[in-house]
């Protein structure tokens, strides 16, 4: 016997059980199984209503997903793409700026021993924090440091004792 159809609200409180959603997200995602777009609407609405679908603890969710693999711009294209006004998560991503130097060493040191040796390493390993959302500038300072952290291991171990 197949399983019953689920109603337009179950389909809805079954997606956000499994995580938060923003409106846009759950509206695209409910719309093929709606009589009508002003049915979804509604519904988005009561939702919001009884607490069920928050705008700012989707981003809180996603910025507590993305931040340690992701820099700030990276979370910022996703939540754009998922629909959320810039303004309402414009404050969230200033306060991950002042940890995004220490997030990209993380996610550097995750994936690489040792600075990069020649142009092509230092182009991969650019290319790599660069695609995760990190800026240049953090980038650089994260591979200058690793080259500096290199040499005075280097000068270390050549010192007599």
């Known amino acids: 016997m197949p399983a019953p159809s689920l109603s ?16 846009s997200e759950l509206a695209r995602k409910l719309a093929p199984h709606a009589e009508s777009a002003e049915q979804v609407e509604a519904l988005l609405d009561e939702l919001t209503a009884l607490g069920f679908l928050s705008e700012q603890r989707f981003v809180e969710s996603l910025l507590h997903r993305r931040a340690a693999r992701h820099g700030s711009s990276r979370i910022r294209q996703e939540l754009n793409a998922s629909g959320v006004d810039p303004a309402d998560h414009q404050e969230a991503l200033d306060a991950l700026k002042d940890s995004e130097l220490s997030r990209a060493r993380a996610v550097w040191s995750r994936r690489y021993a ?9 182009a991969r390993q650019t290319r790599f924090l660069l695609a995760r ?5 953090i980038v650089r300072q994260v591979l200058q440091a690793a080259a500096h952290a290199e040499i005075d291991d280097t000068e270390a171990q050549d010192r007599p004792d």
Request: glycine share 6%; hydrophobic share 30%.
């Open 8 to 23: 337009l609200k179950g389909r809805a409180l079954r997606f956000l059980s499994l995580r938060e959603h923003s409106r």
């Open 114 to 122: 040792s600075a990069p040796s020649d142009l092509n390493e230092r």
């Open 133 to 137: 959302g990190f800026s240049s500038t």
